[in-house]
């Protein structure tokens, strides 16, 4: 049995098996490498080998995490990260080490925010003005947001080839691919309001970033330098929008996502659709936002029937 291990190359090595065997996105493994950092800096602090992690020793690494006044939700996801490296480590490495006595903590479930249909209009309007050279990027970004319900990573991963005219009951209508999570892939449409924004980006203003970098790239979202842009990058332009307008506080990364499945269901869709156009791989995930529109039926039948309390 193993009774040293370079914790580091350990890491290492899991976040290589992560990514070539489990096929785990980027994103994913930055949030495990993260984590696990954590755990080998309470190991370092502690003065700890791997080898000789105890049960006590995870009871005293939780306090440790509530003591840097972490969520419970990011406890359980450090805890999970934590718990899938040691079995991996006790399997590589032959380590009697105490992998059952990782729990994880129940979090009430909170509900999704959404905007409203004219918070969401006025949220993009507001990306017109902020600036002339890129408006019109930013204003087909956020369009395209709200149009597909797409998460930030996967509408900054659309390439220009993604774009796809298809047939549909004798009518031709643009989609576009999405790869979400697990590296899966999903065609959505694209509504009018949209199609309109990214044609104009495409004719007027993409031109001009592509010539900065000096090759051709495929990614359908430049920056300034005529790159990539990035998921921080997207997120400041919906920040600094919301900035705009008045709503920096009722918007998150996911506030288009959230909005647009609301709005869908609003609307009368049917929940599998929506659970299909959002890439989730269970249902079960969709119907949190069923509660969304229940609370707002709750709500209006609460202010609005004679009877009603």
Not at 121 to 142: F, G, M, N, P, Y
Not at 190 to 214: E, H, W
Request: some cysteine; hydrophobic content about 40%.
């Amino acid at each position: 049995m193993v009774t040293k291990l370079d914790t580091n190359l350990a890491r290492s090595s899991f976040i290589d098996h992560l990514r070539i065997e489990r096929g785990l996105s980027e994103n994913s493994l930055t949030s495990y490498g993260r984590d696990l950092r954590y755990f080998l800096d309470f190991l370092q602090r502690r003065n700890l080998e791997l080898t000789e992690v105890t049960a006590t020793a995870l009871s005293d690494f939780e306090v440790w995490l509530k003591d840097r006044s972490l969520a419970i939700s990011s406890i359980n996801r450090t805890n999970s990260a934590v718990k899938s490296f040691l079995i991996y480590c006790a399997r590589e490495y032959s380590l009697n080490l105490p992998t059952g006595e990782i729990s994880s903590h129940r979090v009430a479930r909170k509900l999704p925010k959404a905007l409203t249909i004219d918070e969401v209009a006025l949220l993009i309007e507001s990306a017109k003005s902020l600036s002339e050279a890129t408006s019109l990027r930013d204003v087909a970004l956020l369009e395209l947001l709200y149009s597909t319900g797409g998460r930030v990573s996967e509408i900054i991963g659309i390439n220009i080839n993604d774009l796809a005219k298809v047939e549909s009951d004798n009518e031709m209508i643009q989609t576009i691919k999405l790869r979400g999570k697990g590296a899966k892939e999903r065609i959505v449409p694209i509504g009018s309001y949209a199609l309109t924004a990214l044609d104009n980006y495409l004719v007027r203003v993409r031109p001009a970033l592509l010539s900065k970098s000096g090759k051709n790239e495929g990614a359908l979202f430049l920056n300034a330098r005529g790159g990539r842009l990035s998921r921080q990058s997207a997120w400041n332009i919906v920040l600094q929008a919301a900035r705009a307008c008045g709503l920096e506080g009722k918007v998150s990364p996911h506030v288009f996502r959230h909005s647009y499945a609301t709005h869908l269901l609003d609307g009368g869709a049917d929940i599998r659709v929506v659970q299909e156009l959002l890439g989730h791989s269970s249902v079960t995930t969709t119907q949190i936002y069923t509660l969304v529109t229940i609370d707002k039926i709750r709500q209006s039948y609460s202010s609005a029937h004679p009877r009603a309390r």
